[in-house]
Protein backbone atom coordinates (compact mmCIF):
# COMPACT_ATOMS: atom_id res chain seq x y z
CA UNK A 1 0.00 0.00 0.00
CA UNK A 2 1.60 3.41 -0.90
CA UNK A 3 -0.10 6.30 1.32
CA UNK A 4 1.46 8.93 -0.66
CA UNK A 5 -1.81 8.26 -2.70
CA UNK A 6 -3.77 10.16 -0.14
CA UNK A 7 -2.10 12.90 -1.15
CA UNK A 8 -3.84 13.15 -4.43
CA UNK A 9 -7.13 13.65 -2.93
CA UNK A 10 -7.69 17.53 -2.63
CA UNK A 11 -8.60 19.31 -0.12
CA UNK A 12 -8.98 22.89 0.96
CA UNK A 13 -7.81 24.65 4.29
CA UNK A 14 -10.58 25.44 7.10
CA UNK A 15 -11.21 27.10 10.12
CA UNK A 16 -13.58 25.54 12.09
CA UNK A 17 -15.50 27.36 14.98
CA UNK A 18 -17.57 26.19 17.66
CA UNK A 19 -18.39 26.70 21.35
CA UNK A 20 -21.03 27.52 23.25
CA UNK A 21 -22.20 29.85 26.32
CA UNK A 22 -19.35 32.50 25.66
CA UNK A 23 -16.72 29.73 25.50
CA UNK A 24 -15.00 29.31 21.92
CA UNK A 25 -12.68 27.78 19.94
CA UNK A 26 -11.35 27.06 16.47
CA UNK A 27 -9.26 24.34 14.53
CA UNK A 28 -7.67 23.97 11.28
CA UNK A 29 -9.68 21.40 9.51
CA UNK A 30 -8.73 20.05 5.85
CA UNK A 31 -11.72 17.76 6.15
CA UNK A 32 -14.96 19.32 5.03
CA UNK A 33 -17.43 18.54 2.03
CA UNK A 34 -20.96 19.11 0.74
CA UNK A 35 -22.78 16.08 0.78
CA UNK A 36 -26.05 17.05 -0.55
CA UNK A 37 -27.53 20.14 -2.07
CA UNK A 38 -31.35 19.59 -0.95
CA UNK A 39 -31.21 19.66 2.00
CA UNK A 40 -27.89 21.52 1.92
CA UNK A 41 -25.52 19.62 4.08
CA UNK A 42 -22.12 19.65 5.05
CA UNK A 43 -19.51 17.33 6.90
CA UNK A 44 -16.39 17.76 9.04
CA UNK A 45 -13.91 14.91 10.54
CA UNK A 46 -12.82 16.05 13.72
CA UNK A 47 -9.99 14.54 16.32
CA UNK A 48 -12.39 13.59 19.59
CA UNK A 49 -9.13 14.67 21.33
CA UNK A 50 -9.68 18.21 20.04
CA UNK A 51 -11.16 21.17 22.07
CA UNK A 52 -13.51 22.17 19.03
CA UNK A 53 -14.71 18.10 18.77
CA UNK A 54 -16.18 18.82 22.87
CA UNK A 55 -17.59 21.54 21.62
CA UNK A 56 -19.33 20.51 18.67
CA UNK A 57 -20.92 18.13 20.60
CA UNK A 58 -22.18 20.25 23.15
CA UNK A 59 -23.59 23.00 21.26
CA UNK A 60 -24.56 20.73 17.99
CA UNK A 61 -23.24 23.92 15.96
CA UNK A 62 -20.27 24.07 14.04
CA UNK A 63 -18.87 26.98 11.29
CA UNK A 64 -16.72 26.45 8.65
CA UNK A 65 -14.07 29.67 7.30
CA UNK A 66 -13.16 28.37 3.66
CA UNK A 67 -9.56 30.21 3.95
CA UNK A 68 -7.60 32.14 0.98
CA UNK A 69 -4.35 31.08 -0.36
CA UNK A 70 -3.18 34.35 1.41
CA UNK A 71 -3.46 33.57 4.66
CA UNK A 72 -0.59 33.69 6.82
CA UNK A 73 1.10 30.47 7.86
CA UNK A 74 0.52 32.49 11.54
CA UNK A 75 -2.88 32.20 10.81
CA UNK A 76 -2.97 28.69 10.34
CA UNK A 77 -0.55 28.14 12.63
CA UNK A 78 -2.77 29.79 15.29
CA UNK A 79 -5.48 27.07 15.02
CA UNK A 80 -3.55 24.08 14.08
CA UNK A 81 -0.58 24.10 16.30
CA UNK A 82 -2.02 25.48 19.24
CA UNK A 83 -4.85 23.88 21.52
CA UNK A 84 -7.73 26.03 22.47
CA UNK A 85 -7.56 24.38 26.32
CA UNK A 86 -4.43 26.71 26.28
CA UNK A 87 -5.32 29.49 24.41
CA UNK A 88 -8.15 31.75 23.23
CA UNK A 89 -7.47 31.48 19.55
CA UNK A 90 -10.19 33.64 18.63
CA UNK A 91 -8.93 36.78 20.39
CA UNK A 92 -7.46 39.54 18.49
CA UNK A 93 -9.25 37.42 15.39
CA UNK A 94 -11.93 39.47 13.26
CA UNK A 95 -15.01 37.38 13.62
CA UNK A 96 -18.53 37.95 13.15
CA UNK A 97 -21.69 36.06 14.91
CA UNK A 98 -23.16 33.61 13.28
CA UNK A 99 -27.06 32.52 12.93
CA UNK A 100 -26.03 29.29 15.70
CA UNK A 101 -24.04 31.56 17.86
CA UNK A 102 -20.76 30.98 16.67
CA UNK A 103 -18.01 33.34 16.25
CA UNK A 104 -17.25 32.87 12.55
CA UNK A 105 -13.81 33.88 11.32
CA UNK A 106 -13.53 36.42 8.46
CA UNK A 107 -9.86 36.90 8.71
CA UNK A 108 -8.29 35.65 4.97
CA UNK A 109 -11.89 34.10 4.41
CA UNK A 110 -13.02 33.38 1.15
CA UNK A 111 -16.69 32.20 2.43
CA UNK A 112 -18.40 30.77 5.38
CA UNK A 113 -20.93 27.97 5.82
CA UNK A 114 -22.63 27.61 9.26
CA UNK A 115 -24.61 24.62 10.19
CA UNK A 116 -26.57 22.49 12.77
CA UNK A 117 -25.40 18.99 13.30
CA UNK A 118 -28.05 16.53 12.62
CA UNK A 119 -26.31 13.53 12.58
CA UNK A 120 -23.16 12.09 13.71
CA UNK A 121 -20.33 8.86 12.69
CA UNK A 122 -18.18 7.28 15.14
CA UNK A 123 -14.66 6.90 13.04
CA UNK A 124 -12.41 5.76 15.89
CA UNK A 125 -10.01 8.82 16.11
CA UNK A 126 -12.60 10.87 15.00
CA UNK A 127 -16.27 11.78 14.61
CA UNK A 128 -17.58 13.13 11.70
CA UNK A 129 -20.88 15.50 11.91
CA UNK A 130 -23.34 16.24 9.75
CA UNK A 131 -24.29 19.19 9.65
CA UNK A 132 -27.89 21.19 7.99
CA UNK A 133 -26.47 24.10 6.37
CA UNK A 134 -28.35 27.26 7.84
CA UNK A 135 -26.32 30.38 6.55
CA UNK A 136 -23.29 30.83 4.57
CA UNK A 137 -21.90 33.60 2.06
CA UNK A 138 -19.06 34.75 0.12
CA UNK A 139 -17.02 36.70 2.10
CA UNK A 140 -13.76 38.08 -0.84
CA UNK A 141 -14.80 36.96 -4.21
CA UNK A 142 -11.82 37.49 -5.50
CA UNK A 143 -9.51 35.64 -3.62
CA UNK A 144 -8.22 32.22 -4.44
CA UNK A 145 -9.36 29.69 -1.89
CA UNK A 146 -6.14 27.84 -0.38
CA UNK A 147 -6.21 23.94 -1.70
CA UNK A 148 -4.29 21.55 0.77
CA UNK A 149 -1.74 20.90 -2.48
CA UNK A 150 -0.99 25.02 -1.86
CA UNK A 151 -0.66 24.36 1.83
CA UNK A 152 2.16 21.55 1.20
CA UNK A 153 3.88 22.60 -1.70
CA UNK A 154 3.95 26.57 -1.68
CA UNK A 155 3.21 27.42 2.30
CA UNK A 156 5.68 24.40 3.25
CA UNK A 157 3.03 23.19 5.79
CA UNK A 158 2.68 20.11 7.65
CA UNK A 159 -0.54 18.22 8.76
CA UNK A 160 -0.85 18.77 12.70
CA UNK A 161 -0.86 15.16 14.39
CA UNK A 162 -4.44 15.06 15.31
CA UNK A 163 -4.98 15.45 11.61
CA UNK A 164 -7.47 12.45 10.21
CA UNK A 165 -5.14 12.80 6.75
CA UNK A 166 -2.10 10.67 5.71
CA UNK A 167 0.89 11.61 7.95
CA UNK A 168 4.14 11.29 5.86
CA UNK A 169 7.49 9.56 6.63
CA UNK A 170 10.23 12.07 8.01
CA UNK A 171 11.88 12.52 4.59
CA UNK A 172 15.41 11.32 4.50
CA UNK A 173 18.57 13.30 4.90
CA UNK A 174 19.08 15.49 1.47
CA UNK A 175 22.57 13.80 -0.42
CA UNK A 176 25.49 16.14 0.58
CA UNK A 177 25.92 17.79 -3.04
CA UNK A 178 23.24 19.99 -1.58
CA UNK A 179 25.06 20.18 1.90
CA UNK A 180 27.44 23.01 0.31
CA UNK A 181 24.25 24.79 0.17
CA UNK A 182 22.70 27.07 3.42
CA UNK A 183 21.52 24.47 5.97
CA UNK A 184 17.27 24.25 6.11
CA UNK A 185 16.22 23.80 9.35
CA UNK A 186 12.92 21.86 10.79
CA UNK A 187 10.95 22.95 13.28
CA UNK A 188 10.20 19.63 15.85
CA UNK A 189 7.26 20.98 17.31
CA UNK A 190 4.89 21.40 13.46
CA UNK A 191 7.23 19.80 11.18
CA UNK A 192 7.87 23.76 9.35
CA UNK A 193 10.82 23.85 7.06
CA UNK A 194 13.06 27.27 7.14
CA UNK A 195 14.57 27.17 4.12
CA UNK A 196 16.96 30.27 4.22
CA UNK A 197 16.55 30.90 0.10
CA UNK A 198 13.02 31.95 1.13
CA UNK A 199 13.75 33.62 4.28
CA UNK A 200 10.42 33.94 5.94
CA UNK A 201 8.67 36.73 4.52
CA UNK A 202 5.73 37.20 7.05
CA UNK A 203 8.63 37.40 9.37
CA UNK A 204 10.31 40.49 7.70
CA UNK A 205 13.28 37.89 7.07
CA UNK A 206 14.80 38.27 3.81
CA UNK A 207 15.31 35.57 1.57
CA UNK A 208 19.37 34.79 1.89
CA UNK A 209 19.45 34.84 5.96
CA UNK A 210 20.84 31.27 7.00
CA UNK A 211 19.32 30.11 10.37
CA UNK A 212 21.95 30.95 12.27
CA UNK A 213 21.13 34.87 11.23
CA UNK A 214 17.75 35.19 12.05
CA UNK A 215 17.10 38.41 14.80
CA UNK A 216 17.04 37.24 18.14
CA UNK A 217 13.37 36.67 19.25
CA UNK A 218 12.75 34.75 16.00
CA UNK A 219 9.61 31.57 16.04
CA UNK A 220 8.27 29.18 13.91
CA UNK A 221 5.67 31.09 11.64
CA UNK A 222 3.38 28.18 11.97
CA UNK A 223 3.30 27.01 16.17
CA UNK A 224 5.68 29.92 17.78
CA UNK A 225 8.45 27.51 18.47
CA UNK A 226 11.45 29.19 20.01
CA UNK A 227 14.60 28.28 17.43
CA UNK A 228 16.38 26.04 20.27
CA UNK A 229 13.23 24.01 19.18
CA UNK A 230 14.76 23.89 15.45
CA UNK A 231 17.13 20.73 14.13
CA UNK A 232 18.98 21.05 11.00
CA UNK A 233 17.82 18.87 8.17
CA UNK A 234 19.07 15.45 8.32
CA UNK A 235 20.30 15.77 11.82
CA UNK A 236 18.90 12.62 13.67
CA UNK A 237 17.99 13.96 17.47
FE1 LIG B 1 6.70 25.12 14.38
Redesign the pocket.
Known sequence: MNKSAFYKLSYGIYIITSGKEGRFNGQIANTVFQVTSEPPTIAVSINKQNYTHEQIVASRSFAVSILEEAAPMTLI?RFG?KSGKEIDKLEGIRTRMGKTGIPIVTDHAVAFIEAEVVSEMDCGTHTIFLGRIVECDILDAVAEPMTYAYYHAVKGGKAPKNAPTYQAEQAPPKPAATAAKAARYT??????IYDPEKGDPEGNVKPGTGFEDLPAGWV??????EKD?FKKEGQVL
Open positions: GFCTVCGYCPVCGAK
